[in-house]
């Protein structure tokens, strides 16, 4: 399987932008990239996915660089809701994919 | 949204007792669902990949004669942990994915934290 790497933490200021990073140089032209979050004692939930363009939705925004060898997790205004693990994973978008999971990025938020 | 349960969300046992995790997909069929196992400060591990049906498929160094799924209906799958240890207390966490549901996201239950002493 292609492998991500992310940094092991972040910090942001609360109702601040929040760029998380992930490279996934070995990527394939089939893999989409797709982004998890976990909050403390819970299961993970869905953020992002995306394959070639960059992608929004009501969360957060996916930008992904020209070459697919990196990606950008884009939070718009950081809550103290949004305190979690992020993870990064490489996959088939079909339906019945496995999910492989990193080390992820622990993003704290300062009130 | 789509909704998965579990239950029960945490369960204490003495060691050489089973134990059984039901996963429930709430308001969608789950044609195939995902167990999971996370140890404190660790990230998540696939257990094991179940299809409604048919033989779930392990992942390599989990033992299926330990950890049994069953996968009879499309809303239902349940891991027993058989014989469990204190080895074996970790955070237990099932997904489900459906293409009508969704198919290109997988959709996490709340997890069970399991202690055995």
């Known amino acids: 399987d292609a492998k991500t790497t992310q940094p092991n933490s972040m910090e942001s200021n609360e109702e601040e932008p929040v760029h998380l990073p992930c490279n996934h140089s070995t990527i394939s032209g089939t893999d989409y990239i797709h982004w998890y979050r976990q909050l403390p004692s819970q299961g993970p939930e869905y953020v992002i996915h995306g394959l070639t363009s960059n992608v929004n939705n009501r969360m957060a925004s996916l930008a992904i660089a020209e070459d697919r060898k990196s990606s950008t997790l884009i939070l718009h205004r950081a809550t103290l809701r949004d305190a979690a693990v992020y993870y990064c994973i490489l996959g088939s978008g079909a339906g019945s994919y496995q999910l492989t999971f990193g080390k992820g990025t622990k993003l704290s938020v300062i009130p | 949204g789509a909704v998965v349960s579990q239950h029960p969300s945490w369960v204490i046992c003495k060691s050489g007792t089973s134990v059984k995790i039901e996963c429930r997909s709430l308001d969608f069929q789950a044609t195939t669902m995902f167990w999971y196992r996370q140890f404190p400060k660790q990230s998540l591990m696939l257990m094991a990949t179940?299809?409604?049906?048919?033989?779930?498929?392990?992942e390599q160094g989990v033992e299926k004669d330990k950890f049994l799924i069953n996968h009879a209906s499309l809303t239902l799958s349940t891991l027993t942990v058989t014989s469990a240890h204190p080895e074996d207390s970790s955070f237990y966490i099932c997904?489900?994915?459906?293409?009508?549901?969704?198919?290109?996201?997988?959709?996490f239950g709340p997890g069970t934290r399991l202690t055995v002493l």
């Open positions: 179940s299809n409604e049906g048919s033989k779930a498929t392990y």
């Open positions: 997904s489900a994915t459906s293409v009508v549901a969704g198919e290109d996201e997988q959709f």
